[in-house]
Antibody
Framework: EMQLVESGGGLVKPGGSLRLSCAAS????????MSWVRQAPGKGLEWVGR??????????DYVAPVKGRFTISRDDSKNTLHLQMNSLKTEDTAVYYC?????????????WGQGTLVTVSS | DVVMTQTPLSLSVTPGQPASISCKSS???????????LYWYLQKPGQSPQLLIY???NRFSGVPDRFSGSGSGTDFTLEISRVEAEDVGVYYC?????????FGPGTKVDIK
């Protein structure tokens, strides 16, 4: 069974940093493209970014509000996805989900983690 | 960015009755490969989102056949033929024709 478990959320002050992790199991992680999707409290879903598999280049794409502040990386030896978040703003407060990106174009999210809450507040 | 809109934003349905959610995109989601890159997700209360429909009209594995997706270009519809109590939650459409992927604001469905 495919499973994703996020960790690393918590309370951080504006301007601070946090690193989220997503532990994957039940599938071949090194072939997977992975995304982060966030949901502010009581709000809708926002795609944050994704990382391709290393065999497909290993590059990452981001939504404009997080470009230059967030970095997605992967450790295929540990089946783990990371989201390094720097220069955090109050508007980054959200539950962060990791997902597997499936389909021919790797653009549908068929497995989601349970999410981890990030609160940015002074 | 492609802007996604949904109507209505909330919907109260009697069990056994049909329900319909509209989604519109600011540009066509029809790709040159002939596919339409429009997806539907459901987020049940207290749960992570789950994929319902991919590429406009294909039900994901395990999704009941009372759910169907249709539309073309910039106008799309998710229909539930007979709503059941387990269908409550927020439904989101999403486009992947171009980055960044964008979601609609969501339609909250509850039971009368």
């Amino acid at each position: 069974e495919m499973q994703l478990v996020e960790s690393g959320g918590g309370l951080v002050k504006p301007g601070g940093s946090l690193r989220l992790s997503c532990a994957a199991s039940g599938f071949t992680f090194n072939n997977a493209w992975m995304s982060w999707v966030r949901q502010a409290p009581g709000k809708g879903l926002e795609w944050v970014g994704r990382i391709k598999s290393k065999t497909d280049g290993g590059t990452a794409d981001y939504v404009a509000p997080v470009k230059g502040r967030f970095t997605i990386s992967r450790d295929d030896s540990k089946n783990t996805l990371h989201l390094q978040m720097n220069s955090l703003k109050t508007e980054d407060t959200a539950v962060y989900y990791c997902t597997t990106d499936s389909g021919v174009r790797r653009d549908w999210f068929d497995t989601w983690g349970q999410g981890t809450l990030v609160t940015v507040s002074s | 960015d492609v802007v996604m809109t949904q109507t209505p934003l909330s919907l109260s349905v009697t069990p056994g009755q049909p329900a319909s959610i509209s989604c519109k995109s600011s540009q066509s989601l029809l790709h040159s490969d002939g596919k339409t890159y429009l997806y539907w997700y459901l987020q049940k209360p207290g749960q992570s989102p789950q994929l319902l429909i991919y590429e406009l009209s294909n039900r994901f594995s395990g999704v009941p056949d009372r759910f169907s997706g249709s539309g073309s270009g910039t106008d799309f519809t998710l229909e539930i033929s007979r709503v059941e109590a387990e269908d409550v939650g927020v439904y989101y459409c999403m486009q992947t024709i171009q980055l960044p992927f964008t979601f609609g604001p969501g339609t909250k469905v509850d039971i009368k």
